[in-house]
């Protein structure tokens, strides 16, 4: 690298630190992009957030549910998600059998929902990483096997069933962060559990699927439990929750997971 | 701090390694995973997600993300030629710039942050010179 390379970048690296830009305006805020892929946090995000500010017993943690027997494949699509957010615990906890385990009911619940064999493959990778114990790389891998899953559902025209994936993998994060924080409350971890951009964004989705899918029981349910969350966690002045809302916050998250993980919930 | 001290050399060797040639070959996606691969040699894990699209000059394109206290993190941008000189720069949920390291070379920009609480945040990707090009930026946490 040359001398004026390094000059030049330090000048533009020390400008940066200086420069002060002009506050957004409410228009720009509002006019904002959100794009579910950068947008919402992956479960591995949250977790490491809560690895910094407490230490959670992931091993104790690790409880993954077993899928019921359904037919609905809104259920089944929930439920994905559940089980996505179980692979990041089990990466959390270490434990490589969990996350082989993980991993094969995640593929076996995608073969129900007849995604493309491109997402079957990467079982065998999440498998190989557990093997090595190659935890940064089962992350990646399964926030990546999440997204093809999401996207082998639009081109299936099932692009209604990629939001619910989302929404079970945040509620199953929540569920364990919300626990965890309740146990161990400091305003702190509280604050992590602050989310309401998050849960707007989830109900303004739910909001747009077909009438059919909003009548389902579980689906009312997901909503309806999101609406109250919000009011949760909706605080002002960036201040946290407070215990008896995070108690809240795990009681009803607690009962969503169930529901979702309960087979033949009527659809 | 020390840490962005050595990511920022990380990141200087990694750009340094650029030539004109090869920063048109690929797209913004690849030349955006390049730089983001310096801060994942420092532990930061790179999100599969990304968010691309065309930058027009005076037409900044601002995307809302939620980012956790506790967390560092790094957000980067590459934009393919016309493009010149890019900038990111970070807000909180009240559109208030943020305090953070940034670092621009041309094409590819990146902001870091620590977030001093958990929420809502803004990233604002602006073509400071040149034409309308094609962008891509993604994000990576610790």
Known sequence: ??????????????????AAAEPLTKEQMKSAVLSESVTIPS???????MDEQGQPNWTQMYAPKSAGTTASREQM???????????????????????????????????????????????NSINDFAENNDWSALREELEATQNEVKLSMAEQKDKDLVILVTV?????????ASEFVSKNYSPGLAGLLRQPAIVEYLLAELGKLPDRMQKQPLVAEVEQKLRDILNLVFTK??????????????????????DIAKGNKES | ??????????????????????????????????????????????????????????????????????????????????????????FDENGRPVEGEVFQDGSTAAAGLLPDASGRYFVRLELAEGDKAEFCLIYSYK
């Open chain 2, 1 to 90: 701090m020390k840490t962005f001290g050595i990511l920022f050399l990380s990141i200087c060797i990694v750009s340094a390694q650029e030539t004109p040639d090869s920063r048109e070959r690929g797209t913004s996606r690849s030349k955006v995973l390049e730089l983001a691969g310096a801060f994942a040699n420092d532990g930061y894990k790179i999100r599969d997600g990304y968010w691309s699209g065309v930058l027009e000059p005076g037409k900044p394109q601002i995307l809302e993300v939620n980012l956790f206290q506790g967390n560092a993190y790094w957000f980067c941008a590459a934009a393919l030629a016309p493009a010149r000189k890019l900038s990111v720069t970070l």
């Open chain 1, 168 to 176: 079970g993998a945040w509620i199953r994060g929540t569920q364990v």
């Open chain 1, 43 to 49: 479960p591995g995000e949250f977790f490491s957030a």
């Open chain 1, 77 to 123: 699509a929930l439920m994905l998600g559940v089980l996505v957010a179980d692979g990041y615990i089990a990466v959390e906890a270490q434990d490589g059998q969990g996350v082989k385990n993980t991993g094969k009911d995640i593929i076996n619940l995608a073969k129900k929902l007849n995604v493309s064999q491109s997402v079957i493959s990467r079982g």
């Open chain 1, 237 to 258: 002045d960036r201040t946290p929750p407070a215990p008896d809302a995070v108690k809240d916050v795990s009681a009803t998250m607690n009962s969503l997971v169930n």
């Open chain 1, 1 to 18: 690298m040359s001398s004026r390379s390094v000059i030049s970048a330090v000048a533009l690296f020390s400008a940066g630190l200086l």
